[in-house]
């Protein structure tokens, strides 16, 4: 089965110090998800992209995260700098648009820890 | 936007019994319904969808509803296993392309 590869799985660092998340999406797949989970907030889109172009990054917080598809095959979170109240499962989820009844499939997550 | 309310939080019924998850959502343009599974240490994975012209599908234990009018949407699983125990997810799809969202989680616990 085709799968979103997300790497690293784990990563724990200090605060101030810059993250960088990685995502693979399936192959073909045209759209790409970001998501961040944690108990309080749930499943909460950060932000997504259609042909490696920006759709809509209006739940990241522009200061200090950034999001970009450098060509189809990489998707990169990062965080800069990393507070402890980033800690949390980020989620990368790729689909194919157009399509109507095309569900996203995730990968499973980078946990992150900020000390 | 897209508001989806989903209940119970959690769920805890005896292995072999029914389990009924329940999702409302707000807009009426929204034409796409995902149900997703999660279990520990993975990502959400899907289990079953149903499009807006559709009324209910079935799929061995997994069953989906929907009322349009009323703008809601259910998750029937029946014969419950262990295995079935994770935190369940609905999702409505508006109007753009996937851009989708999700409701709170419903933590199942089959019990043997």
């Known amino acids: 089965d085709a799968r979103v590869t997300q790497t690293p799985r784990h990563k724990v660092t200090e605060m101030g110090q810059e993250v960088t998340m990685r995502c693979q999406p399936i192959?073909?797949?045209?759209?790409v998800f970001w998501y961040r989970q944690t108990m309080m907030q749930g499943l909460e889109l950060l932000a997504y992209?259609?042909?490696?172009?920006?759709?809509?990054d209006s739940g990241m917080p522009k200061d200090r995260f950034s999001a970009e598809m450098p060509d189809a095959t990489l998707a990169t979170l990062k965080i800069q700098p990393s507070e402890p109240r980033d800690s949390a499962v980020y989620f990368c989820?790729?689909?194919?648009?157009?399509?109507?009844?095309?569900?996203?499939?995730f990968g499973d997550g980078t946990r992150l820890s900020i000390l | 936007g897209e508001n989806v309310e989903q209940h119970p939080s959690t769920l805890s019924v005896q292995e072999g019994d029914s389990a009924v998850i329940k999702c409302t959502y707000s807009?009426?343009?929204?034409?796409?319904f995902p149900w997703y599974k999660q279990e520990l240490g993975k990502g959400p994975q899907l289990i079953i969808d149903?499009?807006?012209?559709?009324g209910e599908k079935k799929d061995q234990r997994i069953a989906v509803t929907l009322n349009k009018t009323a703008k809601h949407f259910s998750l029937h699983i029946t014969e419950t296993q262990p295995e079935d125990s994770a935190v369940y997810f609905c999702?409505?799809?508006?109007?753009?392309?996937?851009?989708?969202?999700f409701g709170t989680g419903t933590k199942l616990q089959v019990i043997p």
């Open positions: 192959l073909g797949h045209n759209t």
């Open positions: 989820a790729s689909g194919l648009v157009p399509g109507e009844s095309q569900p996203q499939h």
């Open positions: 807009d009426s343009a929204s034409n796409y």
């Open positions: 992209f259609r042909n490696r172009a920006p759709l809509d």
């Open positions: 149903i499009r807006s012209n559709v």
């Open positions: 999702a409505a799809r508006g109007g753009g392309y996937q851009k989708v969202t």
